[in-house]
């Protein structure tokens, strides 16, 4: 995709005219022009210069953004963010109003209020004309880029809002100016009464207005437009510009754009991390409120991650630099934000439809109530006031603006807080969704085991099983040890590894702890070694419904006691399925873990429903089952997640997780937190409401302006608007339209008051998907029967030992798919082609479990 930027765009409607010249280019399959950031992107093969040609051609300007770049520089231009129209269009109003109040005063002053004037001019009606002439030029000559903007347009015939202005202006002036010559001939004949009557057809003060009050509207509108790139400027501003690398030994300050992969760089308490890295020496407290818009300082040490912008609190840092200009997280959000700026949500299409065809059917509407008013037998100066009227208070740029300024402003607020859109689309519908279906390991559940119980056994104390444990577990590499290690690392416990380690795969472990063999495994392992009550058993039993893992530990006189490890649930996981159902949406999780410990985690995190053991394109598979019935956003951290986000209405993407994901996704949660997806929904469903306040007002605005302008009302109210209003009028419409978008700004997205609160119940057709699932699975598992083989295996004991099993069975030639279960003690493989029994039972074997029998 390339990016241009556009310039001499004023309105909605240049921004229609430019996208239709664009798409006629050969070549060209999807061009969106964003009249709020003056941009354009273009999909296809046409080359740069055509699309260039084709914008000047059509009557504007257009530059290719970034051209050649160093990728290790940041491709974003802060210089182009700024507000350069506001101080030009002040420094034009100033000028104006300086002229205008002299002008009026002769004008309005002494004309309705006999103000004294000048010896020179006072009785001298021609001079009084004269003189107003002269100012009205000059006001119109300080804006000129009306007339200039407006007639190029209307030779490439695509009016736009400078036409009309330039039109309304110069018509006022042109009548003005032939009264005047007229008033001069009534002069000369004596005519005094002649003299008077032009006297009242003059419109200069109208000319001279007209300018300056849209000028008034015109920097307004700049301003507020600033101010809704705030967020993005802000997000700019953050990118440190300078980095201190480590060079032959010796600390060397450089342009950030210089730092390399690879490169080390330090980071002093109070600076900020330049490029993402990671932690090779030091920790300290890093503020990453400026990606996450947490405010709480996270601990990093060796080893950790770090981000751009993200500020070093307290110890001095030695990093590695891993990702730098475009590619760091700073920059990728930036992009995010930009390019969500940049493209058009589907309620936009209505407002362009309109903005394309509004300029000249205000024309024509101008034209025809001119000669209306004098085929009903007003005079020229009525008709054509209310012609002019027409053409000032017509109003394209309300209506262009409405969507953009919102989505933008929107974009700003979801960057603030971790919430990322991609595109201006996944904004607008984001808050549409009726479903939600979650992955159960990394979006709802911490993603790595944690010890979650411990259970001493007779005469023993909590402190003496962990002890035991830990000194069993420290030279384990399994993922279930590394729970129990990190568990005493935090309590602090301080012990000596064993002795004579000896792993058993697929049983347990053994080691001298203390002067005496102590055994560590399953229930089936620690029976063989000792004797375990059927409390205990009980007891572990208990455990493994909740999806726990329960590991014994014991020597062979005594059992020390089970520790119970589990993929605990986030903290904030149910509060936030709570938000999503009183919101009105239902909640479904979606795992390839087993039916038992996905229930238990179910439960306790208050999902709707469950559906369990699904495969990568089983999950696809539930979520087009899951549409059957609305929008469903799907929203998930892993690989296996990517077929499902891309397949649902809306794909959400935790932060944390894995690169395919977040490309798969089009909403992207910056701090792993379930909370933010309802906060999404809801910033989703602000900006629409505030996208419909801004259409209603644009179009009621003119529905209601214009028939007044032409004086459709004048007949039985004596109702008509002086031009002068019209333009004040036309000049706050698009002001109106973008402060009321700045409101966003105020929005909380994590605030429920504002939910949309209902009984929350189980849709009836949720069993009705539960059906078609298993049926789709029976059906295809009844075609496959004869390409089935269950292998029976001793010595799997937790999910991750399925996953071992599963990924070195799928490994061989001629297996489809394999299913491990650790409580089942079995592997189901569906085969593609003939595969050996002996094939299979080596790869078991190769990871370290006993392949008992083959059926």
Known sequence: MDKFSVTGMSCAACSAHVEKAVAKVPGVTSVTVSLLTNSMNVEGTAAPSDIIQAVT?????????????????????????KDHETPKLRKRLIASVVILIPLMYVSMGHMMWNWPLPSFMAGNHVAMGLYQMLLTILVMIINQKFFISGFTSLLHKSPNMDTLVALGSGASFAYSTYALFAMTGAQM?????????????????????????????????????????????????????????????????VPVEQVQIGDIFVVRPGESVPVDGVIIEGNSALNESALTGESIPVDKAEGDSVSAA??????????????????????????????????????????DKVSGVFVPAVISIAIVTIIVWLLVGQDFGFALARGISVLVISCPCALGLATPVAIMVGNGVGAKNGVLFKTAVSLEETGKVDIVALDKTGTITQGEPK???????????????????????????????????????????????????????????SGIVSGARVFGGNLKFISGKTTVSEQMQRQAEELAK????????????????????ADVIKEDSPQAISQLQNMGIEVVMLTGDNERTAEAIGAQAG??????????????????????????????????????????????????????????????????????????????????????????????????????????????????LNPMFGAAAMSLSSFCVVTNALRLNFVKVYSTKRDKKKNHKKNQNQQDVQIVVDTDV??????????EKVIEIKGMMCGHCEAHVKKALE?????????????????????????????????????????????
């Open 607 to 720: 999902v709707d429903q469950v559906i369990a053991g699904v495969l990568p394109d089983g999950k696809e598979r539930v979520i087009r089952e899951l549409q059957q019935r609305g929008k469903v956003a799907m929203v998930g951290d892993g690989i296996n997640d990517a077929p499902a986000l891309t397949r649902a209405d809306m794909g959400i993407a935790i932060g944390a997780g894995a690169d395919v994901a977040l490309d798969a996704a089009d909403v992207v949660l910056v701090k792993s937190s379930l909370s933010d997806v309802p906060a999404a929904i809801r910033l989703s469903r602000a900006v629409l409401r505030n996208i419909h306040e801004n259409l209603f007002w644009a179009f009621i605005y003119n529905v209601i302006g214009i028939p007044i302008a032409a004086g459709v009302w004048y007949h039985w109210f004596g109702l008509k």
């Open 546 to 565: 909740q999806g726990k893992t329960p590991l014994f530990f014991a020597t062979e006189e005594k059992l020390f006691g089970i520790i119970a490890v």
């Open 310 to 351: 993200t500020l070093n609190q307290s110890g001095f840092l030695k990093c590695r630099a891993t990702r730098v200009g475009n590619d760091t997280t700073l920059s990728q959000i930036i992009q995010m934000v930009s390019d969500a700026a940049a493209t058009k949500a589907p309620i936009a299409k209505v407002a």
């Open 811 to 855: 490994a061989l030639e001629g297996v489809a798919s394999a299913e491990a279960s650790h409580e089942k003690g079995t592997a189901v493989v569906q085969l593609s082609g003939s595969v050996d029994d002996a094939a299979l039972k080596k790869a078991v074997e190769e990871e370290g479990y006993e392949v008992t029998g083959i059926r």
């Open 778 to 787: 029976m059906a295809e598992k009844q075609e496959e029967n004869d390409m």
């Open 189 to 253: 004949r004596m005519d005094m009464d002649a003299v008077m009557q032009y006297m009242d057809e003059f419109y200069f003060e109208s000319a001279a207005m007209i300018l300056t009050l849209i000028t008034v509207g015109k920097m307004l509108e700049a301003y507020s437009k600033g101010k809704t790139t705030n967020a993005l400027k802000s997000l700019m501003q953050l990118a440190p510009k300078k980095a201190t690398i480590l060079r032959d030994g010796e600390k060397v300050p």
């Open 451 to 509: 010890v979650t119980d411990m259970i001493p056994g007779e005469g023993i104390t909590k402190d003496t099983l962990m002890q035991t444990a830990l000194a069993l577990e420290l030279k384990s590499e399994h993922p279930l040890a590394k729970a129990i290690v990190a568990y005493g690392e935090e309590q602090q416990i301080t012990v000596s590894a064993a002795d004579d380690f000896q792993a058993m795969p697929g049983n347990g472990l």
């Open 57 to 81: 051609q059509a009557g504007y300007g257009a530059s290719l953004q970034g051209g050649e770049q160093n990728t290790s520089a940041p491709a974003f231009d802060e210089e182009a963010l």
